[in-house]
């Protein structure tokens, strides 16, 4: 076992105060507890694109009209399974905060995503907006407009880099910017995001300087840069930059970001509106839809099948397509609570004892007085903030967590549509 793990291995045995590891398990419940879940967000999984990247990680196929028209209509049975096994005897409806479509490449099928809306809005009230991925190539103003007709009120466009250099290094085509600033002007949304990659070999600070600028310049209020990861079960050839390289960008991105007066609205992201916000991570409770989506409840984890195929006929069988759940222990759900609540950069006293009931002091007192102590976090008010090192540790971590945990989930995923079990 190397060292890292082993630290690992110990630090979540310290502060979930057990030595359980987490267990994922094949057996599921029908029914989602989901009313009871305030703050709660909806996700949902397009699994479709144009052409395949080598180096992405996330459940997705080559389009195919028949098929993924085929998964559109499983997808909206799911949504009335989950909807109408909770809802159907109330006639009343949950409200949750945002909507976000993932992928894949939800936009390729932005016709559809009208009929999905309607289908989630029978049963939830959405109070913070809709927000969807897309390719650059998506950006078109037929495309856009069809967007906003159905709701849409958040875009996120992956980038990836406005250097032909960095794009071919990906195995991309070069990003036609003026054409794309002039679309996003014509069809405007109250976001619009930008993904970058970074971290790429031999980019510089001035390389993604030049980045954010662009963005910036030609549409964007907000960016996710996010630090280039190396899947094992990918067939990327990318090599990947060294730890401390990795860690002079991250700072020197930020400082930059920050001196622009930018907003950090997570580790990743940053906007320069401060109502402007696209994140489909940092909500308490989320409920996932379509294949790979994953849901967190107030006492379990669950993830759905990856096989488009295999969800397809669960679906059909009037069966939610859940491939695995965790069932958390309370540490264990106060751990992944700050985890990703930590993605934000801020964690509130007042939350986590409205959450848990218990006081996050008495919780992890002494942890977060280590945390002060070494720098890591500083404290106003009732609030926790990151700070710049603490950022670089979180990454750090973050970078290790996927690697470790993700990368071994979504590998035996890809492989297995229903899994007996996983332990991490
Ligand atoms: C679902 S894609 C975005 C939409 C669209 N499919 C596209 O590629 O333009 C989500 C984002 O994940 C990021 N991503 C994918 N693979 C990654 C990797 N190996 N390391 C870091 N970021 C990655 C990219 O920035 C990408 O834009
Ligand atoms: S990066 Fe985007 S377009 Fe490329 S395979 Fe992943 S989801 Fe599809």
Redesign the pocket.
């Known amino acids: 076992m190397s060292v890292m793990k082993l630290l690992s291995k110990l630090a979540r045995m310290w502060l979930t105060r057990t030595t359980k590891p987490f267990t994922f398990h094949n057996d599921y419940d029908e029914h989602l507890r989901f009313l009871e879940c305030s703050n709660l967000g909806l996700y949902v999984h397009i699994p479709f694109?144009k052409?395949?990247?080598n180096f992405?990680p996330?459940c997705?196929t080559a389009y195919q009209e028949d098929l993924a028209n085929a998964y559109l209509d499983a997808l909206l049975q799911e949504i009335e399974l989950v909807g109408e096994r909770e809802l159907g005897q109330t006639g009343e409806k949950k409200q949750v905060t945002s909507l976000y479509f993932g992928?894949?490449?939800p936009a390729l099928m932005a016709e559809r995503l009208g009929e999905i809306i309607a289908a989630l809005q029978k049963y939830f009230v959405i109070t913070e907006g809709i927000g969807v991925e897309l390719?650059p190539d998506n950006v078109t103003k037929e495309t856009l407009t069809i967007l906003k007709a159905a709701g849409v009120t958040k875009i996120s466009i992956?980038v990836q880099s406005f250097q032909e250099k960095y794009q071919s290094i990906l195995g991309r085509k070069p990003v036609e910017i003026e054409k794309m600033s002039a679309v996003l002007r014509e069809v405007p949304f109250e976001t619009v995001s930008m993904d970058f990659i970074f971290a790429l070999p031999e980019q510089t600070f001035e390389d993604l300087k030049a980045d954010i600028d662009l963005a910036f310049q030609n549409g964007a209020n907000h960016i996710a840069i996010y630090p280039f990861i190396d899947f094992t079960f990918t067939k990327s050839a990318v090599p990947v930059m060294p730890n401390r390289q990795k860690r002079k960008l991250l700072d020197k991105i930020t400082k930059y970001c920050l001196e622009q007066g930018y907003i950090r609205s997570s580790i990743w992201t940053f906007s320069s509106e401060s109502h402007v916000g696209y994140s489909s991570m940092t909500r308490d409770n989320f409920l996932g839809f379509g294949c790979s989506a994953t849901s967190l409840l107030k006492d379990q984890f669950k993830i759905n099948t990856f096989s488009v195929q295999e969800y397809i006929k669960r679906v059909e069988a009037q069966k939610l397509p859940t491939s695995l759940t965790i069932r958390f222990t309370k540490w264990q759900r106060m751990i992944y609570y700050l985890f990703w609540t930590a993605y934000s950069t801020k964690v509130e006293e007042e939350d986590f004892e409205k959450f848990f009931g218990v006081p996050l002091k008495k919780a992890y007192g002494f942890e977060l007085f280590v945390a002060r102590m070494c720098g890591f976090v500083k404290k106003e008010g009732g609030k926790y903030e990151m700070t710049l090192r603490g950022a670089f540790y979180y990454h750090y971590f973050e970078n290790y967590y996927t690697l470790a945990y993700i990368d071994k989930m979504w590998g035996i995923m890809r492989k297995e549509a229903f899994p007996e079990r996983i332990v991490l």
């Open positions: 694109c052409k395949i990247c992405c996330y997705k992928g894949g490449t390719h992956g």
